[in-house]
Nanobody, 120 residues
Framework: QVQLVESGGGLVQPGGSLRLSCATSGLTFSSYTMGWYRQAPGKERELVAAIASAGERSNYADFVKGRFTISRDNAKNTVYLQMGSLKPEDTAVYYC?????????????WGQGTQVTVSS
């Protein structure tokens, strides 16, 4: 059974930092592109950052470039999102995603999400 479990969310003041973790099990972690998405109330889920299976490439949404860093540890089957210079508009539920392309299309797994609230 595939599991993705996020942790590290919470309440932080504007300008602060948080580190999210997503621990996975039940999948061949090193075969999956890993991503972080977020969804704010009343808005659609959006990609925040993604990292290739071996960590050789990563990409970021424009709204987090220079503030967030995605990384992965394939030995620990875990992906991280280091968030800095947080803004109130970063408030959302953050979801971990594992994606692998197959001949039949993409295979996606999701975590349950972790709440990040940026407020003074």
């Amino acid at each position: 059974q595939v599991q993705l479990v996020e942790s590290g969310g919470g309440l932080v003041q504007p300008g602060g930092s948080l580190r999210l973790s997503c621990a996975t099990s039940g999948l061949t972690f090193s075969s999956y592109t890993m991503g972080w998405y977020r969804q704010a109330p009343g808005k659609e889920r959006e990609l925040v950052a993604a990292i290739a299976s071996a960590g050789e490439r990563s990409n970021y949404a424009d709204f987090v470039k220079g503030r967030f860093t995605i990384s992965r540890d394939n030995a620990k089957n875990t992906v991280y999102l280091q968030m800095g210079s947080l803004k109130p508009e970063d408030t959302a539920v953050y979801y971990c995603n594992a994606r692998r392309l197959t001949p039949w299309g993409p295979r996606d797994y999701w975590g349950q999400g972790t709440q990040v609230t940026v407020s003074s």
